[in-house]
């Protein structure tokens, strides 16, 4: 049998599309014969909790926790947030914030912590592959990211091992958006685009999600890249139940870089009448910055629920009328393809996507 050892942050109960992603590889690779081992973390500090994806997982599946280190959780602590309190995987502070405890966050962050935050796991992941490469060697490493720091401790392992290397990328890298508030020295910036090129010239294949990060790949020196769309699963069945309400669901996080302007402008020019039968839900955390946008809405009801597992959504959903996707404002929106897209095809509903020309 052929083996092939995963390792990923971001696994069950871990909640998000990420996740989603790396357990269907998982579980279809299982399916297809082959035996699987997950190295993740025990810790983590999750944006996100859904026990619900426990249950996609074969038992068969062997997964390996280990310990890790958060400067996630030190930041909660100087700032005042509470420990239950989620923090966006993306970055340690949220646009706009400029208490003195995040700023010093940010620029360390940027500057101290390259890739990413997460740099502190890379210990204690390297011990356990390891030992689970000595004592059952696998045909192949496979890597998912962001965070993108595990891949540069799955890079030593493949170069230690020689075994072959699959590095998964479900985000762009040095462009990403949640480094693009960061205030980097340039010898933090260099040092970082450094370690991108370096990986991707080491790596024996990279998947990634859309033609453009593929591209983008190829370009910067990946020898061999294939393209894995993130696609959905289909429903046992498509949920309609009835309601006499216009809903417009969205799903996920809304960050400071997915502005609402456009939808408020939209929702502002209909007449009272027609807004006092739309009702207007987002499910998951919201950027406090859009606060302002979403208070010139008028005569529309607009709720906000916190982050929910897929099950529930798939509850929710059977009353939507309307999915909302809003775009990332990035330099490379048109390269992407937000998997909120994908879920939202599943559910077979209508879906108004907000973003730039070309995206």
């Not at 696998?138 to 030593?156: C, E, G, K, M």
């Not at 980097?184 to 859309?210: D, F, G, N, P």
């Not at 709720?303 to 597992?309: A, R």
Request: charged share 25%; hydrophobic share 40%.
């Amino acid at each position: 049998m052929k083996k092939v050892l995963f390792i990923t942050y971001y696994w069950p109960p871990a909640g998000g599309p990420g996740v989603q992603r790396i357990v269907r590889f998982a579980k279809y690779l299982h399916q297809l014969g082959w035996g699987v081992t997950v190295i993740t973390t025990k810790d983590g500090d999750y944006p996100a909790i859904d026990e619900s994806l426990q249950n996609k997982i074969p038992t068969e599946i062997i997964v390996i926790r280990t310990r890790t280190l958060e400067p996630f959780k030190l930041f909660k602590w100087l700032s005042g947030k509470k420990k239950s309190e989620n923090i966006p995987t993306y970055t340690l502070v949220e646009k706009g914030e400029t208490a003195f405890v995040s700023r010093i966050g940010r620029f360390i962050r940027a500057n101290f912590f390259i890739p990413d935050a997460r740099i502190g796991w890379i210990p204690f992941l390297k011990a356990a592959a390891r030992k689970e490469i000595r004592e059952n060697r696998p045909n192949i490493l496979l890597s998912s990211s962001p965070p993108h720091s595990l891949q540069l401790a799955v890079r030593r392992l493949a170069q230690e091992s020689k075994i072959a290397w699959v590095a998964d990328f479900r985000d762009p890298w040095t462009e990403a958006f949640w480094d693009s508030g960061l205030k980097r020295l340039a010898i933090a910036e260099q040092y970082h685009r450094r370690l991108e090129v370096e990986t991707l010239r080491s790596v024996s294949t990279v998947t990634t999600v859309s033609p453009g990060l593929l591209n983008r790949f190829l370009s910067k020196g990946a020898a061999k890249a294939e393209l894995i769309y993130n696609g959905y699963e289909n429903l046992p069945e498509t949920i309609f139940n009835k309601c006499d309400r216009f809903k417009i669901y969205y799903f996920g996080h809304l960050s400071a870089l997915q502005s609402p302007k456009s939808l408020a402008d939209a929702v502002n020019g209909l007449d009272k009448s027609v807004k006092e039968k739309i009702d207007l839900i987002f499910v998951g955390p919201v950027d406090a910055s859009h606060q302002a946008i979403f208070q010139t809405i008028k005569d529309l009801s607009i709720s906000f629920l916190p982050y929910q597992p897929k099950e529930k959504l798939l509850q929710l959903a059977g009353d939507a009328s309307l999915f909302l996707a809003i775009q990332v404002e990035t330099s490379y929106t048109n390269d992407i393809v937000g998997t909120k897209i994908y879920d939202y095809l599943s559910l077979e509903k209508p879906i108004l996507v907000i973003g730039g020309k070309g995206g």
